[in-house]
C-alpha cells in the first residue's frame, strides 16, 4: 500500500464513523463498507483496539454491510470489497507507522459510539431499536414493532433481572382464546440461497418448501416492564438462540414472520423485517451502560 494509503483509510474510517446512522447510496456506501473491513481486518491481525472500540467497529461494518445492500450493492459485490479490503490488510506490516494513525482516529471515532446508550438500525420499512441502559427490571435490549390484526407484538432480545438475554416475542391477544406455539418462520439460505427481492428490492418469503421454521421453547406471561404501553397483559414467548443466528443471516431488505397458533387451527401473523438485527445485536454486545 503506497504511503498516505492508509493514513485516508483511516480518515474515512473516522467520518464514516461520526456519521454512521447518515443515509447514503451507490459507491459511497459500498466505500464506506471497505474502508470499515479494512480497518476490522488490521485490528485482527495486529490488534489495533481494545474489546468495546473493536466491538464498535465490528456493529459499524455490519451496519454498512446492510447499508450497501440496500442501496443496490449485491452480495457478491460486498464478498469482493470484503476480499479486497482483507488482501490490503494482509500486506500491511503491523510495525507500519500509518497504523498508529489508524489506531488512534478510529479508537477517538468509535469509543464515543461504544457509549452510547441508546442507537435505532432504520431498514427499508421497519427499524430495530436497541438499548443498552442497565435496569432493575426486564427491558427490551432490542426490538422490532409490529401488528397482528389490532394486537401488537414486539420482537427481539429481552433482558432479564440479571442481564440474561432471550430471544422473545411478545403479544397481547384481547378478546380471543390465547394460541398453543409459536414460531418464527423465515427463507432457508440452504433451499433458497438468493432473498426473494421485488423490483423495489423489497424482499417477500419464497415458496413454503424453501422456508425455515424455528419453534417458540416456551412461554410465560410478559412482565409488565416489555408490554406496549397501555396494555395490562400479554404472553412472552421465548425462541432458542439458534433462532437469532439464523436472522443475522438473512439479507436485511428480506422479511420474517411470527405466526401464533391457535387450537382452533387459525394462525395470526406479524410481519418483520430483518434489517441491521446483526449489527444491532453486536452493538447490544457491547454491554450495559
Request: charged share 20%.
Amino acid at each position: 500500500m503506497r504511503i498516505g494509503q492508509i493514513r485516508q483509510i483511516a480518515i474515512a474510517a473516522v467520518l464514516a464513523a461520526s456519521s454512521a446512522l447518515a443515509p447514503a447510496v451507490g459507491w459511497a456506501v459500498t466505500g464506506t463498507y471497505y474502508d470499515r473491513a479494512f480497518v476490522l481486518a488490521a485490528h485482527e491481525k495486529c490488534r489495533l483496539f481494545a474489546a468495546p472500540v473493536a466491538g464498535a467497529l465490528s456493529a459499524a461494518t455490519l451496519q454498512a454491510h446492510g447499508a450497501a445492500l440496500r442501496s443496490g450493492a449485491t452480495e457478491a459485490d460486498l464478498t469482493a470489497t470484503a476480499r479486497r479490503a482483507r488482501a490490503r490488510a494482509a500486506e500491511v506490516s503491523c510495525r507500519n507507522p500509518e497504523l498508529v494513525v489508524v489506531r488512534d482516529r478510529v479508537t477517538d471515532a468509535f469509543q464515543g459510539w461504544a457509549r452510547t446508550p441508546r442507537m435505532s438500525f432504520p431498514g427499508t420499512r421497519a427499524e430495530w431499536s436497541a438499548n443498552r441502559l442497565r435496569s432493575a427490571e426486564p427491558r427490551w435490549r432490542l426490538m422490532q414493532a409490529s401488528m397482528t390484526g389490532a394486537s401488537p407484538v414486539t420482537f427481539g432480545l429481552v433482558a432479564d433481572a440479571e442481564g440474561r438475554e432471550a430471544l422473545s416475542a411478545v403479544v397481547s391477544f384481547v378478546g380471543r382464546p390465547r394460541p398453543y406455539a409459536a414460531r418464527i418462520v423465515m427463507r432457508d439460505p440452504s433451499l433458497a440461497a438468493r432473498p426473494w427481492l421485488t423490483p423495489a428490492g423489497i424482499g417477500t418469503l419464497p415458496p413454503e418448501a424453501q422456508r425455515r421454521t424455528v419453534w417458540s421453547a416456551g412461554t410465560k406471561a410478559a412482565d409488565t416492564s416489555v408490554l406496549v404501553e397501555g396494555r395490562t397483559q400479554g404472553e412472552a414467548w421465548r425462541f432458542p438462540d439458534a433462532g437469532a443466528e439464523a436472522l443475522a443471516a438473512l439479507d436485511p431488505r428480506e422479511p420474517f414472520l411470527i405466526q401464533f397458533l391457535f387450537r382452533d387451527g387459525s394462525v395470526a401473523t406479524a410481519r418483520f423485517e430483518a434489517g441491521d438485527f446483526a449489527a444491532a445485536r453486536a452493538f447490544v454486545a457491547l454491554g450495559t451502560i
